[in-house]
């Protein structure tokens, strides 16, 4: 895996850097700026995730500690672009009405369909291509989390999997994860899993340092840009 290469692609617009949403359910998001990712240590993190609501159907989960420094990263990016996924009993991605995306109407739009409803099996022709690019598909990501509990991911016929981070959502974790949540909750058969990607002294990482997003132009492009989070900041040994 190409650590520093990575990229998710997003588009600017303005002085506004626009996170484009895809397949299942995501928020547009707009941010001013780009956000440094702080380290935290671990009960400030417990913190940040007891500060959303509960539910018998939500799990939230944190990275496993001995995560190599590119796959911390690709899993922070895709915290970036606030994507929301949703895996059938089979762990297959699904998609909304064939599209990879949904804007902001359509999600609107879901609170009075179903899943069953909306949503396909991804094919090769519209399979989202960042997160089976960063991260693999669920048997692989879910090898790399930890659940705050002993919780069964199969108990419901659909996962539906969230990317949090605190920095990231700038002041409006609560209020993004009612929108994603209230759009889906009358879904029966539906776990939403929180995976949170907030920076942990426990990996290593020097408490209370930053790591830097940067994004640069994409030659050719007028309005497009590639963020990169070019290293972490570890302890020096």
């Known amino acids: 895996m190409k650590n520093s290469k990575e990229y998710v692609t997003l588009i600017i617009i303005s002085t506004f850097l ?17 956000p440094n990712l702080n380290v935290y240590s671990q009960a400030e993190i417990n913190q940040h995730i ?11 989960a944190q990275l496993n500690p001995d995560l190599s420094e590119a796959e911390i990263k690709n899993f922070a990016l895709m915290s970036v672009s606030y994507r929301t996924y949703i895996y059938d009993k089979n762990d297959s991605l699904m998609c909304y009405n064939g599209e990879t995306y949904c804007s902001m109407v359509q999600l609107e739009n879901i609170k009075n369909s179903t899943i069953e ?9 519209n399979m989202d291509s960042s997160i089976q690019k960063l991260l693999g598909d669920l048997t692989t990501i879910t090898s790399k989390i930890s659940l705050d509990g002993s919780q069964d991911l199969d108990t419901n016929q659909y996962k539906i999997l969230i990317f ?3 920095d990231i959502a700038k002041g409006e974790l609560t209020s993004d994860w009612n929108y994603i949540y209230n759009s889906l909750k009358d879904n029966k058969n539906i776990t939403f899993i929180r995976i949170w990607t907030d920076l942990n002294e426990d990996w290593g990482l020097k408490y209370g340092a930053k790591a830097r997003l940067k994004v640069r132009k ?13 290293k972490l900041p570890y302890e020096k040994k």
């Not at 409803?117 to 022709?125: A, E, K």
């Not at 994409?218 to 070019?230: C, D």
Request: aromatic residues 4%; proline residues 4%.
């Open 50 to 60: 007891a500060n959303l609501p509960k539910g018998n159907n939500i799990i939230d």
């Open 218 to 230: 994409v030659k050719g492009e007028k309005k497009e840009y590639s963020m990169t989070l070019p």
């Open 117 to 125: 409803d909306s949503y396909v099996i991804c094919d090769q022709t």
């Open 164 to 166: 949090m981070n605190t």
């Open 18 to 34: 626009l996170l484009s949403t895809t397949s299942c359910g995501t928020i547009m998001k707009t941010i001013l700026g780009v």
